[in-house]
């Protein structure tokens, strides 16, 4: 039994009393709890031991009052389970020593047996799960094969993930093999999530919008829709494909229950889009979250108009920023807890 | 009296026997020939040396075939002409290492006497049309008053730009101040260097798609918008707001004469969205040029076939990348060179 299960209802297309609310990020840098352990332990260190995962993961339930706790991890921990070195350098982001060019690199990448190299994070739900007490559902996640052959071969973030690109413009038969190698782990990942506890599943496309429409369907789009159908009967789905807006019609018509969208869409548009039948989120500008507290309530006043009641989740468009203010946070989040649709 | 003029008849509507070609940052780090000047002077001396601004800008024209000159030079050159001190680390980008962040910063900037600090400029620019002596048109350009905010607050690139955008969710005022500033800067800077013989100006918004919809009216297009009042009486303007699909509509609305689209939307969409009566400049991925030439000329193709005949200007949906063979750069050239629209 869930307390809250406003998400979850939302998710379904059911009526609620308000919109729920959650952040991207919500457990990370901009919370000073968050701060003292990642100074005391690793990324994986944190990652790979429930305990700390646990703690993390409730640290925004508790502090800044979201609607859903959000698994903390990281979408690389599939990388690493698959057979590559993922290094993760605080303040510069993922770095992957052997990428993937080649198919003699291809070689060194497997379907893993998840319970084996992933178990630790099976653990930590099920500790969350347990420290939660139902009082919010758990959202598991894991990223797209596409953002994770971004990393795999590229080996480090980028802006514009020209290497990844090349790779599948120039090999793409080595690509689809990598991408359904990723998909098939990924299935069995989130369903091994979901068996531990998950109340409902995100997958995030962060690089999705670096792809035109077509690529995105051909490199994208077609694994995320393995996924999604091979989870959407034991548990509720949210697709969150980065600046993809080309093709939230597509994303829609997989059977997902939710949508993700990014700030750079009118509420109205997206919704044109995707149609009637799919509960979208988002879509808060990060980056104003770093304006003054009357400016966040009006912006949130605002979005919250547009979108209407029902079938909308609240959130950022994208992860938070590390210097937001924690009471701009709790802002945000208060706001859309006092907000009332009229009937 | 220019010889190809492909370009400009494009622009204004007119129909041609082909679709015109070129690609932004033609002059640039793909070309061995580049190279070697870029290895023997600093940035701004390429960009303040008039023989080496022309000798770079003509380099494309003669060794790629493509229908259109554009100025060498860089955005920055006007922050810097407003007083602050923009240097360029190559390879690691520009550096600006007092950036406003508040009212007394912004008594350090000031709108200059453009003959006086950016003579260059338009000293390179007639030395450039003599040198084509009508061959193809020349490009001049600007970047776009919110682009340039953004480098005058951040300091340097950034993935998100989050501290200019917090100085304008913070400090609209003193935003709106700085906007100004460079607008007039730019018109003034855009009309000499028509004076000195520019054929047709771009203005480029690489930020604008980090805006909202909303946003990016307040803090971009109101300002692009005074550029282009300014202009369109003298010169035919391009309008280039990366990202910024959502405002095709409000931008064709400019009086611009071209609107330049990346290539995250499919032409018949951007072409519903701008209307008919506006030339569309794009909107080839940059990676897929790292693709085997035959996959290039599949793609040149089905871009022509899918914007048509008429009212296209081919391009790239943004600036070449530096890894990219020059042969496969001419295939691009060339494959849109030897396309023929079926009547």
């Known amino acids: 039994m869930i307390h809250n299960d406003l998400l ?15 952040m991207m990020r919500q457990a990370g840098r901009y919370l000073p709890e968050y701060m003292v352990l990642r100074g005391k332990y690793g990324f994986f260190e944190r990652c790979q031991t429930p305990e700390l995962a646990c703690q993390i993961t409730l640290q925004p339930v508790d502090i800044i009052g979201v609607d859903a706790a959000i698994l903390f991890s990281d979408i690389l921990v599939v990388p690493q389970a698959m057979g590559l070195e993922v290094q993760l350098i605080e303040s510069k982001g993922p770095f992957l020593p052997d990428p993937i060019k080649t198919l003699n690199d291809l070689k060194r990448v497997r379907v893993p047996d998840v319970d084996e190299t992933l178990g630790y994070v099976f653990d930590a739900i099920k500790m969350i799960k347990q420290e939660l007490n139902g009082r919010v559902p758990l959202i598991g996640f894991a990223g797209s094969p596409w953002t994770l052959l971004c990393y795999m071969v590229q080996g480090k973030g980028s802006k514009t993930f020209d290497e990844a690109k090349a790779f599948c413009y120039t090999q793409p038969e080595l690509a689809h093999q990598l991408l359904q190698m990723i998909t098939d782990t990924t299935i069995v990942y989130l369903t091994a999530q979901v068996k531990a506890g998950a ?21 994208s789009l077609q694994y995320m829709r393995q996924i999604i159908t091979a989870l959407k009967d034991i548990v509720p789905t949210i697709l969150f494909a980065k ?22 869409i009118r509420p109205e548009m997206a919704r044109q889009f995707a149609g009637k039948n799919i509960t979208l989120q988002g879509n808060f500008d990060p980056a104003k979250l770093l304006s003054p507290i009357p400016v966040i309530q009006k912006e949130v006043k605002a979005m919250l108009d547009a979108f209407g009641p029902g079938r909308h989740i609240a959130n950022l468009g994208h992860g938070i920023l590390p210097n937001v203010p924690v009471d701009h946070a709790r802002a945000f989040v208060d706001s859309v807890k006092n907000y009332r649709h009229t009937k």
């Open 199 to 219: 109340d409902t599943i995100q997958l995030f496309d962060s690089w999705g919008g670096l792809l035109g429409p077509d690529d995105f369907e051909t490199f």
């Open 8 to 22: 979850l209802r939302t998710l379904r297309g059911e009526e609620t009393e308000r919109t729920p609310v959650w």
């Open 243 to 264: 600046g993809a807006w080309h093709s939230l019609d597509a994303m829609a018509a997989t059977g997902a229950q939710g949508l993700g969208i990014d700030w750079c």
